[in-house]
């Protein structure tokens, strides 16, 4: 047995993973990072459109701040997220975006003059001041009140990774890549690190590390059709299920992004209409301002998606020899611009549908695209149930999101966590509980454990075929998990997964290789993203409300009375068939937002019991004082969670210290 040893090991070479190592060797602790693939090829380089952080420079975003930012994301999220995170993401973000400048991403910047944008299809001129000359600019997204996403033409994401991937390079921290974390080494109460697969050679390997930390992306290819890479099978949430003791928090509140192109998945990023692009029906007649009179194209993505599901449900689909979808029109923008701004949209249409998107519409369908739900953190990203293993980024339920992410503040919220984290972790290990006194006859156990199961699954000749059965959970997934969900379609899908996962014990392989064998590794993979798909579809069952992306016909109405609770997915018994779900309480007593109207549709929610005095106490203490700092740090101080160095106010240049009403619109 081969074991090597660190202070911390990052699962996940993304930007969360990258980002929290930064963070943690900064302090002084040694690091290593695991990664499937080169980090440079993670995910995040997907991210196109960009970044959440109130900088306010550009004319459209002056006023923003982090009270802002903070209503959206807590709106966003329909008041199913954790409001203390989400204060010290808002808080954070804008010194993420200034120390990405500094390591050299190169954000999109203000020019000072007059500029043609596309607002509501006018075209209309902006007059930046001169002032802001120069500084970080921002386009507008889906479900903000200000023009806020910081980006970098539309890869964004391709710009960060490489920033923050060099910065691990330039501190000489480890990654060692083509490695696959297979399970984590604990005793039922600490965790020590990761059993870990050669991805090469298949050779299992123990790394033991005072921390471990799984940064390890999104899991949406559990579903058919998805925008995620093929690497987002979420093997790092299953393997933190697998302890048993662990939980997954809001594993049903599943996004979907509604301009995928058609049939194929790919994402055209929300920049598309966050620069003005319109959705269009088979008759090109536009649909949105319909539905939405407010923020039409630009409402939240769970409301975008669910209104286009909607039309074409209502006969209004446009229809190609792959089945129905709808238009997106960004002919309007330009060519110009499309060059400038949109360039990766460019070329997916060119590549994967044969057009130029300067001149004809896109086809697109929403799909799958992120995971709200994932390993259920605290606010420092400690993971519930074992001590010394944390959670950042997609993986996550650090529970920023709640049932609804913002376009924008994922890949804010990795390198934010990251940043937060990463601080917590070196906390851990220069702290008492951070000496580590493992026994090697537990190493070799687990050790021995994953050695025994992947030579049992080598050899194994049952009559199911893992490819079969990984299809059979996406199609299931996609057909009665989706956008729109109802009891019985979910009844169906626990049904199915459970006869799959059921069937995943007698898979046969024709090829015993033991090292770079896919037909092994799917086998290994499915049967763990079985069970995540069932946390997925059982949770959905259960939750009979409609919140954010969670949208149940035969429950439409939010009912906070009831579910204004976090769903907490564990796996105690590897012979379980479904999780055990627990629930833990939103305290509305406590939030600075308390429960109110999102600005869409009509307001029906239930109420709870606690919203109406919560409200008037918040009321009362807006009525006493202008200051939005003390009025903040009256309602739901978050300052103290944060490292000392990241507290600070954010500097902008022109800010506006007095409190705002939180209201729904502007
Ligand atoms: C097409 C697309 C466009 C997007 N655009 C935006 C955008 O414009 N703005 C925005 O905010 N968000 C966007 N998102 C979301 C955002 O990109 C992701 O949520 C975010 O980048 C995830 O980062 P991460 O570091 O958590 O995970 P990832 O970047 O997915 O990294 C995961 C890492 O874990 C490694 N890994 C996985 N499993 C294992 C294992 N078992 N062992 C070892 N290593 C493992 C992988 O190799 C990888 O290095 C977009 C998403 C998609 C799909």
Known sequence: ???????????????????????ARKRGQQVIVLSLVPPKRSHSAAAQGGMQASLGNTLKGAGDNEDVHFGD??????????????????????????????????????????????????????????????????????????WRTCFVSDGTGHA????????????????????????????????????????????????????????TGGFGRIYRSTTN???????????????????????????????????????????????????????????????????????????????????????????????EHLWLDITLLGEAHINGKLREVKEICQHFLGIDPAKQWIPVRPAQHYSMGGIRTDAHGQAYGLRGLFACGEAACWDLHGFNR????????????????????????????????????????CYDREVAAFSKLAGA???EDAGTLLRTMQETMTEYVGIVR??????????????????????????SAPGANPELVTAWRTQKMLKLALCVAYGALQRSESRGAHYREDYPRRDDATWLKRTLAY??????????????????????????????????????????????????????????HALQQSLMPFRHLLPEHLRGDNARLAPADTAQPNEAKQ
């Open 1 to 23: 047995m081969q074991v090597i040893h660190t202070d911390v090991l990052v699962i996940g070479g993304g930007l969360a993973g990258l980002r929290a190592g930064l963070a």
């Open 73 to 146: 994301t807590v709106r966003g999220s329909d008041w199913g997220n954790d409001q203390t995170v989400a204060r010290m993401f808002v808080h954070t973000a804008p010194k993420a975006v200034r120390e990405l400048a500094a390591w050299g991403v190169p954000w999109n910047r203000v020019e000072a003059g007059e500029r043609d944008v596309i607002i509501d299809s006018q075209r209309v001129t902006l007059s930046e001041p001169a002032a802001a000359q120069g500084l970080i600019t921002a386009r507008d997204f889906g479900g903000t009140k200000k």
């Open 160 to 215: 960060m990774l490489y920033a923050v991937s060099d910065r691990t390079i330039a501190e000489n921290i480890p990654v060692h890549e083509r490695m696959e974390a297979v399970s984590l080494i604990h005793d039922g109460e600490r965790c020590y690190g990761a059993i870990v697969r050669n991805l090469i050679d298949g050779k299992l390997l123990a790394y033991v590390a005072r921390a471990t930390c799984i940064a």
């Open 229 to 323: 890479a093929v690497i987002n099978e979420g093997i790092g949430a299953a393997i933190a299920l697998e302890t048993g003791i662990v939980p997954l928090g809001n594993m049903e509140a599943v996004q979907f992004h509604p301009t995928a192109i058609f049939p194929a998945g790919i994402l055209v990023t929300e920049g598309c209409r966050g620069d003005g692009g319109l959705l269009r029906d088979v008759d090109g007649h536009r649909f949105m301002p319909d539905y939405e009179p407010e923020k039409k194209e630009l409402a939240s993505r769970d409301v975008v998606s669910r209104r286009m599901e909607a039309h074409i449900r209502a006969g209004k689909g446009a229809r190609n020899r792959f089945g």
């Open 406 to 445: 913002l376009g924008g503040n994922s890949v804010a919220e990795t390198v934010v966590a990251g940043m937060i984290v990463g601080e917590a972790i070196a906390d851990f290990c220069a702290s008492p509980e951070g000496e580590m006194h493992v026994s090697t006859a537990l190493v070799r156990e």
């Open 461 to 463: 000749r049952g009559g």
């Open 486 to 511: 109802t009891g019985e379609g979910l009844t169906t899908a626990v049904e199915t997964l459970k006869s799959l996962l059921l069937r995943s014990h007698h898979i046969g392989l024709r090829h």
């Open 571 to 628: 796996w105690r018994d590897p012979e379980q068939r479904i999780p055990t779900l627990e629930y833990e309480a939103l305290d509305v007593r406590r939030m600075e937002l308390p429960p109110g109207w999102r600005g869409y549709g009509t307001r029906d929610a239930i109420d709870h019991p606690d919203t109406a005095r919560r409200q008037a106490e918040v009321d009362a203490l807006r009525a006493q004082t202008g200051d939005r």
